[in-house]
């Protein structure tokens, strides 16, 4: 193979000079404005030579046009396999070939063929250079059957020959920027392939544990759903709340948090078999779906993945974590039609009341459940709730306090209502669970203590030393905003703070002691007196009355109601009052029915009373609706009229 390399050629004269040793690009005005002539000429041009003794061989002609990268091989030198295999390896660096077949037709369409056959040179385009003769129009339909570009006739002239070239030349360009589109749209379509393989997995997974995520969850469930009804296989649903997982995350961060999730996703993997449907639901909530198994498997498998969790602990920064599990397990029973979502939320609910059964622990669903209950009758509660605190449907009422010892009006308690569509009053143990439940208790105990203030604030003057005592939720002493709204409501009023006692619960109380103990002592010092309510209910009651920061104690009414009865209650009580005086506060007694229950009370030295035989709640705070008298007086153990 011989490489003629020539220096660049003298400028071409105008195409329209009668002279042929010069071509002009203006002669070519197709080639304008597509590639330009210049990159033409650098084009790697390879002629296959049969000819002997050419007066003006092919590569000076392409020279003297400015092609500078021209090289020649001769084809009756070289056998037609082995030059083939030489192209082939150089197939990159070539962008035409000539192909003189003049002096060997019948050799020169082989080759062509040959070229056209190779998977390297098919798409480089291929000038014959043919003898003219007789039968010129056969050539011409066999070199292209031959996979021939273009033909050339014999004898050759440059300016037929370079038009011709520079043709092949674009045709060559052209041909490799379709192809080189044509890669990159097969690139472009495989990466688009790759993207939507990876959206479909982020569909139906969850991105940081690889688990399915809740949608594929809820499909496969709502599958399983019915094939289980036509089956007639029972399957179960597990639903794993992690305990506490908070602790981690705020402690940590959420880097470390995730890597948590990532650890208990892995060994909840190695607990379950191949067929069991493992799923991340939430941040901390995963869901497990166990097809075609029973109860009792379920119930295992669920005490099973509980104790791993509970027997892992979680090291980061050099601190050790234990987080337990809450797990709740729904039966998706052949025989019952239910839904998907169904399912899910039964699952749910058998996992909240695990959660208030005191966590790490499996809970089976049960109709009766409290949570499934209140959840049920919370559909149709908390339109109603809203629409009463939108509309003003709240009623207080209020139930009278007197003194024991004298009779004398103490107060009144306030005691919520809520008016129905027909003027009905509902009680609170009705709504006030849902209430807390759904985030609503907040704007009750407002409206409760605002209400009670303009009351107060209403009262005519010889009333003015009527205290009211206001039942507050637990939720209402974490409030932040409670100190500065009480305060705000008794300025505009002008009532004294003192005329207010807020009323809690023990079970309240204890349930974030320092917090609810912090809240209570500034209330007091506002002026605001609190009551302990059902005071004895509980077991740690007397220790935690020397520390809290309470006035009254009022004895919760299961040791009232049979009091004239129970020798044990009678006993009980004493206790209390004797205890409550000792620390200095006064003690409360409710649900006083009946006079005998009066007279003990009376020589057990409590201080105040009320119920409904000193007086039913009513819609009005005027001093006149209770039934004792100051004229009343102890009589032989017993109060008489």
Sequence with gaps: MVDHTHKPAEPLAPLSRPSPDALSPDALPEAQGIVPLQVLQEKCIHIIDGRR?????????????????????????????????????????????LVDMSGDRHNGMQLCEAIRCSRHLRHIPVILIATKGRWQEET?????????????????????????????????????????????????LAERKVIEARLQYLVSHDELTGLCNRRRLEQTLEKTVHESRYSGKTSTLLYIDLDQFKVIND????????????SIANRLRQALTPADLLARISS?????????????????TAEHLRATIDDYRFTANHRKYHIGASIGVAVIDPQEEITASEILARAAQACFEAKSHGRNMVHLFSHDDTESHLIRRAVDWVPRIRDALMHNRFRLLYQPVIRVDSGALHGYEALIRMEDDVGKLITPDCFIP???????????????????IEVLQDLPPHLAHITVNINLSMHAFQDPALLEMVRHKLADAGVAARRITFEITETAATANYAKTREMIQRLRNLGCRFALDDFGSGFSSFNYIKQFPVDYLKIDGSFI??????????????????????????????YVENGETMALLHEYGVDLAQGH?????????????????????????????
Excluded at 163 to 188: C, F, G, M, T, Y
Excluded at 434 to 452: K, N, Q
Excluded at 616 to 623: D, H, I, L, W
């Design 251 to 262: 402690n940590e961060g959420h880097a470390v948090g995730d890597r948590f999730l990532m």
């Design 140 to 188: 011409v339909y066999t070199a292209f059957r031959a996979g021939a570009t273009d033909i050339v006739f014999t004898p050759v002239q440059r300016l037929e020959l370079v038009p011709r070239v520079i043709s092949a030349l674009l045709l060559k360009n052209e041909r490799d920027l379709r192809r080189q589109h044509e890669r990159e749209l097969e690139s472009e």
């Design 561 to 590: 109601r049979n009091l004239v009865f129970d020798a044990v209650d009678q006993q009980l009580v004493r206790s209390m009052v004797e205890v409550a005086h000792i620390l200095g506060k006064q003690i409360v007694a409710e």
């Design 284 to 300: 901390d909530e995963y869901a497990i779906l166990m097809q075609d198994t029973s109860v009792d498997r379920a119930l295992k």
């Design 53 to 97: 003794n050419d007066t003006i061989p092919l590569s000076e002609m392409l020279a003297k046009s400015g092609f500078r990268k021209v090289r020649c091989s001769d084809w009756r030198d070289t056998p037609a396999r082995d030059l083939i295999k030489q192209l082939a390896r150089n197939h990159r660096d070539i962008d035409l070939i």
């Design 434 to 452: 849902i209430a807390e439940r759904m985030g609503l208790i907040r704007e009750i105990d407002l409206w409760v203590i605002g209400r009670a």
């Design 613 to 641: 035989y000193i007086g039913k709640a009513a819609p009005e705070m005027n001093g006149s609706n209770y039934t004792t008298h100051r004229n009343l007086i102890p009589s032989a153990g017993q109060w008489v009229r």
